[in-house]
């Protein structure tokens, strides 16, 4: 499996959906679940699944992805032929950027071309979920397909995100259109509605013959874009996401995080008594970059004498509450809630300072922020949305480098 399949992670997505959370960031590369990057879930599922030749294709704002590969994911063996690769566009079609999926595959031929592997994995980086994409290739080589498509059943006719999928009752792939836009996905339901999740395998020599012809403009999707048009003269197979096939435990969630409230909710859920992605999982555990600091505490304020509490959250190191309250958040490394302080249902990332006797609700707070003294946000829906970016749902998001 490990010098047969090679590995692309698509990853130079911006994200406009989480803006202002990808200003300075890509998709890829956003904090999740108190101490992880969103690219950690799909490289820790090909670690799992026994992937060792991996190629992150990266664009956007790459420095900080960059940065996270490095510190986090330097850990194959370049003398067993193994690595994880970031790979900005290099140009050699041209002088154009990536402009889509199947462009950035085409600007990179060449590494396609000289991989000895029979198949190629393609994979989306921007997605939260737990997959064995050993038993996806697997069941791709039996079929003897050219194409196997990842597939998972939603609530409603589509996500307006991701296309839509018709199989013949042996699994093969009829026709993929978009999804219209407007209704929610869930990826535990058993509906016979189907969608794309990103995730392809492809025969090598095909991949290969498809990307030869000269394409003009930028494209979105590679169901949409490289497979539909060729339906009529391949085998196309879905493999559906959640069977009983493959190793990890099937919790059979799936979030591409597609706005601020979906990023939010996909947090919050890590905080139920049963969330529907389990992070304790010992079966297959998700690999990061932490930093070397100190556990996380609880302290008595200086001024008050007031015991620091956290009820129902997520404390990662560093951490230190003294004298405040944290109710149903998550507080990623580095962050100090003061004395009085109180923070409910919130996403601090790393570094916040919230001063004494701040009080924050449904909020997102970025990098380093510092919250000053007696602050309020997510109280006055008007006042917050003259200050910082307010989502449909109601959260408030303070940018990085947000001066009060």
């Not at 989480?18 to 599922?45: C, Q, S």
Request: aromatic residues 8%; contains cysteine.
């Amino acid at each position: 499996m490990s010098f047969d399949t090679l590995t692309l992670v698509l990853a130079a997505n911006r994200g406009t959906g989480l803006e202002p959370l990808t200003i300075d960031r890509p998709k890829a590369a956003v904090p999740f679940g108190g101490k992880y990057r969103v690219i950690d879930f799909t490289l820790a599922n090909c670690l799992h699944s026994g992937l060792r030749q991996v190629l992150v294709l990266t664009q956007y704002k790459s420095h900080s992805l960059h940065k996270h590969l490095r510190d986090g994911w330097s850990i194959f063996n370049p003398e067993l032929r193994e690595f994880i690769t970031a790979v900005p566009p290099q140009q050699r079609e041209g002088l154009n950027w990536y402009g889509g999926p199947f462009d950035a595959i085409r600007q990179n031929r060449y590494l396609v071309e000289r991989s000895p592997a029979s198949q190629v994995l393609v994979l989306v980086g921007e997605a939260i979920y737990r997959m064995d994409y050993a038993e996806l290739v697997r069941a791709h080589r039996e079929s003897g397909a050219q194409v196997t498509l990842a597939v998972r059943g939603i609530r409603e006719p589509g996500s307006g995100v991701q296309p839509l999928v018709r199989l013949d009752g042996e699994g093969q792939v009829l026709g993929l259109s978009p999804a219209p836009a407007g209704a929610s996905g869930d990826p535990g339901s058993g509906d016979e509605t189907l969608s794309t999740m990103g995730v392809y395998c492809f025969e090598k020599s095909w991949l290969l013959a498809a990307l030869d012809p000269a394409r003009e403009g930028p494209d979105l999707d590679l169901g949409l874009d490289l497979i539909a048009p060729l339906l009529g003269d391949l085998k196309a197979c879905g493999y559906r996401f959640g069977g009983e096939r493959g190793r990890v435990t099937p919790d059979r969630y799936w979030c591409d995080l597609a706005g601020i409230d979906d990023y939010y909710q996909a947090n919050m859920g890590l905080l139920r008594a049963a969330p529907p992605l389990d992070l304790y999982q010992t079966d297959w555990n998700i690999r990061t970059y932490q930093g070397q600091f100190p556990p996380a505490r609880t302290v008595p304020g200086v001024t008050s004498g007031t015991e620091g509490i956290f009820v129902n959250s997520m404390l990662s190191a560093g951490t230190v509450i003294s004298g405040g309250g944290v109710n149903q958040s998550i507080l990623f490394p580095r962050v100090r809630v003061c004395d009085g302080a109180i923070v409910d249902s919130s996403i601090l990332f790393d570094g916040v300072q919230v001063g004494p006797g701040a009080n924050l609700r449904n909020c997102i707070i970025e990098k380093d922020v510092q919250v000053p003294p007696k602050v309020r946000i997510g109280f006055e829906r008007t006042q917050d949305s003259e200050r910082f970016t307010v989502s449909p749902g109601g959260i408030a998001v303070v940018p990085k480098g947000y001066r009060f």
